[in-house]
């Protein structure tokens, strides 16, 4: 193959796995339809928060790689089969509530965001105290958690829509 045909190829190949993820993610997000989403761009894919305690997904596609962003988090995969995997077990974590955002604010302002892991005993692991013995004692520090959990309304939602 010509260096020419083999740089098309590629090319080729590149798009299509853009559209390989977006039309994943598509696909499995329209089985539910009480998972909102938006796509501001043909490259990104929006999950909308889930009320006030909830916070935005966002994936952005390019041609070599996927970030995906919870609220101000974000992380970066290849696009390739083992990480587009690794993608969307975090991405689906982050619908059914086993991740949440925990932010610290200091005097009304971010101080601090991390992303917490359920535990298998469905427990989060929160050390709230101990990151807390660094403010100063005049600091103003707010801790605020952020969670989706889209599936805990499903319920919900059947339950509406059967009763109309």
Not at 11 to 35: C, E, G, H, T, W
Not at 67 to 85: G, L, P, S
Not at 144 to 153: A, H, R
């Amino acid at each position: 193959m010509s260096t020419k045909h083999k740089a098309v190829f590629e090319s080729k190949i590149k798009r299509q796995s853009k559209l390989d993820i977006l039309q994943m993610a598509r696909i499995n997000l329209d089985k539910y339809p009480f998972v909102k989403y938006e796509m501001p761009k043909d490259n990104i894919l929006k999950v909308l928060k889930l009320g006030e305690k909830g916070f935005e997904i966002e994936m952005l596609i390019q041609p070599k790689e996927t970030i995906i962003y919870f609220d101000n988090i974000h992380w970066h995969f290849k696009n390739t089969a083992k990480d587009i995997k690794e993608l969307f077990i975090l991405f689906t974590f982050g619908i059914m509530g086993l991740i949440r955002l925990k932010k610290i604010f200091k005097n009304g302002e971010e101080f601090d965001c991390d992303a917490e892991y359920i535990r298998s005993d469905n427990t989060f692991p929160s050390d709230e105290i101990s990151e807390l013995k660094k403010f100063k004692k005049a600091d103003k520090v707010t801790v605020v958690y952020l969670e989706n959990d889209y599936f805990y309304y499903k319920d919900l939602y059947e339950k509406q829509t059967k009763d109309v």
